[in-house]
């Protein structure tokens, strides 16, 4: 336990803290900070955070000095305010800065920096510099005209991501951020596009294009933190939100977390691409090549009638991976009860659900053991129970069972947040009557369908947005049909 | 054994000088005589007069021959080795009429004390038997058989010997603090990047003994319990590099490096690592990144190399200079080298002294001696007998220092004092010629240039000073511009992440403090006036003197002199390139310029 003093308020702190690790946790907000970043390692390249300690000459990072006992910092002298502003109108006249052009204005740490200094002008003369900008990528853009070189998004993507891109080339103040030894952007080989460092920048040098129209931080109304729908890793996010419209993911950063806000290609561009798109709003019934709209009886009684015909054992019903486990269970005793026979055991989710959520994360050691279990997996399941995981590409693994897909009648429950794979658009085709719960219109999946039935949205359920339409939750509708079909939903 | 030793200086200046050529015809010469068995020819290192080369020394008299072409070596070996007659066209000469028959009568050599440049020019530096002879490895034995860790810590504290470096931090404090880091690996390092413009003492040292270097790097492991070292060069000392991996294999094979040294429990190896030549990687905690292999960028301290160095071990990181003091130290004990220099300032230190002075070169000499000393009497005065000025020390890390200062003795805290800094060690003289905003140009366009870009004081601030410099040489200064710049020295000084933002802005904070009215002269008056910056001055043909002979317009690049015999002839200052051309070629001094 050490004490310190900060501009007179005593703090306390554990002995190999830096002294802006103290003053953070000690609420002391007056040390500026532009390279810092929590969960990377310090490098005190920007000077922002300098404060004077008494009885020192030297001036110190508080990012990176480690906070002694009895310090007695200073963290608001106006030496330091004349030099900070020093620092920030050098930055500005060194690039080509113009906030009103920039998608990052208003989230802009460097802008909120000026402003908090009052730099109302810049005495240097503005260099603007003939830097050159790399747009090859095609998940982000980079505009060097912006870059402070604080050097977060190459510690970001050395330290959180780990794959080592990002490096620096050239010296002085012609230095830029470049990948792979000054390869562009869009054909860098260790590049995983995962974003993180665009996250990372406290300016607007690096940007998602998919975030980039959608709007700015500062604009959200609100960012709730949620889990990531796409795969068993479950990493957190923060999902950034405007007008009732997803605008931004980013990885929860700091300590919080293990990972360290880490996000990949997918949670972080791809569900934000997939998560918008024509909504279903209403049930619709094939109508020669295309689709009426039907009512919501209408379609019971016609689904209904279908059940009621199949040959159970020719049926089946499939979930999405990324179906929420709540809705998972309810869907596995609906069918159960219909006497489609499931390998349901009481108090848990039945073994092939487990299996459906696993099948997307389990092609990392896929010895021949395992292949086997699959196999016997996969015909017990399209022998006797209605589940069969979306991603499990029978027709390249179990090529026999592609026979076994023709059914009678199939129920497939899909979040439309991934492009199916083959054997989910055979199994479709091949049955004579299905029925397709989808969030979205456009999804491959609807047009195979005879039935399209509208579903929640990930960020519907997840409690992120408020509905957009009036949709029947998924409950609602097995019950209406259990009426229909005079069935009790099982308990599972 | 040999009547005559001829010693010829095979150092980088010496050898450009054509010192390999020499060194030929003096062999043939030798073999066509028939003198081989009494006459030895011993390529050595530098003698540090390299303005002077290619220099031959022969002994046992002691004769200084200088500029020595393979025609003057053939007449040296006909001349002096065969009929014992000195040739006295070759020696070095004071003034017209006095020319100087010895090496230890020189006045360049006459006030220097050479210790770390003791056996440079001296001894061959690939033989490690010479090297030997003149008590080489003898202190590393000392160190083995007769001193504790502690003990050889306790000699170079005994000592007073500071970093040579620059940062004058005293050496054997810094060994005692890495030899207290606890770990069983941890590393030596000898920072051979010398990167100053100008500074050439540690090739001097490495190109001239570089045994001297692995010795005391020995000495130094042993002291803080390394085993491991790393001699950090830059690639652009090729004949440095060459001599250096000369050195470590025969000190391999003498069994002076390796296992179990002199039957010890004592290891040691050393590797050489050559450097690209960045500037910033003189820096310690750059030199070490680049060592592991990452770009070349200080990290701030602590932690310090001492605590956790290269790759994260302690690790004791030492300037060839100070090395080289190293052997010396410990034969002599502390005592010895601490009776030399002021009280703070022990011992010697090497100066590169360049610019208008008469006698550039290397010089050792005690800290103490004055600044005046150095140029007056080694240095032999200004150049041309004009005016001196100012001297800049220190590189492009130090300051400029007017003639007031002629007298200060030559010490760290003297020179701190002074807004100049010890730096490397270079001293480059001007005279009334130099522009002292053209000089703090210089060196800030060179600081600028090797900033590594990473602290932002630094990478902008050393850009912004540069562009300032430059607007007012063009005569756009604004008075307000002084204030500008001294603000924004200040702050770089103050804010930047290592030494060389922290230094950079030195040469412009002493030149606008010692020499404030040239910046006001520029800005006000808009005139320059050493007559150097291009937009400040202007050329004139007087026609009282003009004998309309034509020249200046035959020999204008930008043919912007017009006339002809009849009218008279007029430069155009808007075309004017300013070369100066049309003066050096005006046989009647008719041109000036203003």
């Known amino acids: ?492 | 054994m040999y009547r005559s030793h001829v010693l010829i200086c095979n150092g980088t200046g010496c050898h450009s000088g054509g010192a390999t050529e020499t060194t030929e015809a003096i062999k043939k010469e030798i073999e066509k005589l028939s003198l081989a068995n009494e006459v030895a020819v011993v390529p050595t290192g530098c003698h540090g007069m390299c303005e002077m080369g290619p220099i031959i020394v022969v002994y046992p008299e002691g004769t200084f021959y200088c500029r020595v072409n393979p025609e003057d070596g053939v007449e040296i070996v006909r001349e002096h080795l065969a009929k014992g007659r000195t040739v006295e066209r070759l020696m070095f000469r004071e003034s017209e009429r006095i020319s100087v028959a010895s090496y230890k009568e020189l006045p360049f050599y006459s006030k220097q004390k050479r210790i770390a440049l003791k056996n440079c020019g001296y001894i061959n530096p690939d033989s490690i038997e010479e090297y030997i002879g003149h008590s080489g490895y003898e202190a590393l034995g000392k160190c083995l058989t007769s001193l504790t860790q502690e003990q050889v810590i306790e000699e170079l504290k005994k000592s007073g010997l500071r970093g040579r470096g620059g940062g004058g931090f005293p050496t054997g404090l810094k060994w005692s603090f890495c030899a207290k880091s606890p770990g069983p690996k941890k590393y030596v390092i000898c920072n051979a990047d010398e990167g100053d413009p100008g500074a050439f003492m540690d090739r001097s040292i490495l190109e001239g003994d570089p045994h001297s270097i692995i010795e005391g790097m020995a000495i130094g492991a042993y002291a803080i319990g390394a085993d491991e070292a790393y001699i950090y060069c830059r690639a652009e000392y090729p004949l440095a590099i060459e001599r250096l991996k000369t050195a470590i294999a025969q000190a391999e094979e003498y069994g002076l490096l390796g296992e179990k040294i002199f039957g010890t429990d004592f290891s040691f190896e050393i590797h050489i690592k050559e450097g690209a030549g960045a500037f910033v990687c003189g820096e310690e905690t750059a030199l070490m990144g680049s060592i592991e292999g990452k770009r070349g960028m200080p990290r701030p301290r602590p932690p310090f190399p001492a605590v956790s160095g290269l790759w994260g071990k302690p690790t004791n990181i030492n300037n060839v200079e100070t090395w080289a003091n190293v052997p010396q130290i410990i034969l002599n004990g502390g005592e010895w080298y601490a009776s030399m220099g002021t009280a703070e300032s022990k011992g010697t230190k090497v100066f590169a002294l360049t610019g208008k002075v008469k006698h550039t070169g290397l010089v050792e000499v005690p800290m103490g001696v004055t600044l005046r000393e150095i140029i007056m009497e080694i240095g032999g005065g200004i150049l041309n007998d004009k005016k001196f000025k100012a001297v800049q020390i220190g590189g492009p890390s130090g300051g400029c220092l007017t003639e007031d200062h002629l007298d200060t003795p030559v010490s760290y805290e003297d020179l701190t004092r002074l807004g100049a800094i010890m730096g490397s060690g270079g001293l480059v003289v001007m005279d009334e010629e130099n522009c002292m905003i053209d000089v703090a140009k210089f060196f800030l366009e060179f600081t600028q240039r090797e900033s590594c870009g990473k602290c932002s004081p630094c990478r902008e601030g050393t850009k912004q000073m540069l562009i300032m410099l430059d607007e007012i040489t063009k005569g756009n200064g604004k008075i307000e511009d002084i204030k500008k710049l001294e603000e924004l020295a200040l702050m770089v000084k103050n804010m930047s992440l290592c030494g060389l933002g922290q230094t950079a802005p030195n040469p412009l904070l002493t030149t606008l403090k010692y020499f404030r009215h040239e910046y006001e002269a520029h800005i006000i008056e808009k005139r320059c006036p050493a007559h150097v910056c291009s937009g400040l001055i202007t050329f004139t043909i007087h026609a009282d003197k003009c004998k309309r002979c034509g020249l200046c317009t035959k020999n204008c690049p930008a043919k912007c002199i017009s006339g002809d015999k009849n009218t008279a002839y007029v430069i155009d200052n808007e075309r004017c390139v300013k070369c100066g051309t049309c003066i050096d070629k005006c046989p009647f001094k008719a041109i000036t310029k203003e």
Request: a negative charge; aromatic letters at 6%.
């Open chain 1, 1 to 492: 336990m050490i004490k310190l003093h900060f501009d007179g308020k005593e703090c306390t702190g554990t002995k190999g803290q830096t002294i802006l690790e103290v003053a953070l946790a000690n609420g002391i907000t007056t040390i500026p900070t532009l390279c810092w970043l929590e969960g990377l390692h310090p490098e005190g390249a920007c000077r922002m955070c300098v404060v004077e300690v008494e009885g020192s000459p030297k001036m110190l990072t508080a990012c990176t000095s480690p906070a002694e006992d009895g310090m007695k910092i200073l963290t608001r002298t106006d030496k330091l305010k004349e030099y900070r502003k020093q620092i920030l109108e050098l930055l500005f006249a060194g690039r080509n800065h113009f906030c009103m052009y920039c998608s990052a204005s208003g989230d802009c740490e460097l802008q909120a920096l000026a402003i908090e200094h009052g730099m109302d002008s810049v005495r240097y003369p503005y260099l603007f510099p003939n830097i050159e900008n790399d747009t090859t990528s095609s998940d982000f853009m980079v505009d060097r005209n912006r870059c402070v070189l604080c050097d977060r998004c190459i510690r970001t993507c050395q330290e959180i991501v780990g794959a080592c891109s990002l490096g620096l080339e050239k010296r002085g103040w012609v230095t830029n951020v470049i990948s792979d030894l000054g390869e562009k952007f869009g054909n860098s080989s260790t590049c995983v596009s995962c974003g993180a460092c665009a996250q990372a920048c406290p300016t607007g040098t690096i940007t998602i294009r998919e975030q980039a129209y959608r709007g700015r931080r500062k604009d959200c109304d609100k960012a709730v933190e949620a889990t990531c729908p796409l795969c068993a890793m479950g990493c957190k996010i923060n999902v950034h939100v405007r007008r009732n419209s997803l605008v931004r993911i980013d990885g929860v950063t700091g300590s919080k977390y293990a990972d360290g806000g880490q996000l990949c290609r997918k949670g972080r561009i791809e569900l934000l691409r997939a998560s918008e798109g024509p909504r279903l709003t209403t049930p619709m019934i094939r109508s020669g090549a295309g689709f009426r709209e039907a009512s919501w009886d209408e379609v019971l009684d016609l689904i209904t009638e279908k059940i009621n015909k199949a040959d159970k054992s020719k049926s089946g019903a499939v979930a999405s991976l990324m179906t929420p486990i709540d809705e998972l269970k309810y869907f596995a005793g609906f069918f159960g009860a219909l006497g489609i026979k499931t390998d349901c055991r009481e108090g848990r989710v039945p073994p092939e659900a487990k299996y459906v959520k696993e099948s997307h994360v389990r092609s990392a050691d896929d010895s021949i053991n395992d292949r086997e279990n699959e196999v016997n997996r996969m015909r017990s399941i399209l022998a006797a129970s209605p589940w069969l995981g979306v991603g499990s590409e029978p027709s390249e693994k179990e090529p026999v069972g592609k026979g076994m897909l023709s059914l009678d009648f199939l129920f497939f429950r899909t979040t439309g947040l991934v492009e199916p794979c083959v054997d989910v658009l055979d199994a479709l085709d091949h049955s004579k009557f299905s029925v397709v719960q989808t969030p979205y219109i456009s999804h491959p999946m609807a047009y195979l369908a005879d039935v399209l039935i509208p579903a929640a949205a990930w960020f519907e359920l997840a409690g992120i947005c408020e509905p957009a339409v009036s949709i029947k939750e998924m409950c609602e509708v097995l019950e209406s049909l259990a009426v229909r079909l005079a069935i009790k939903i099982k308990e599972v």
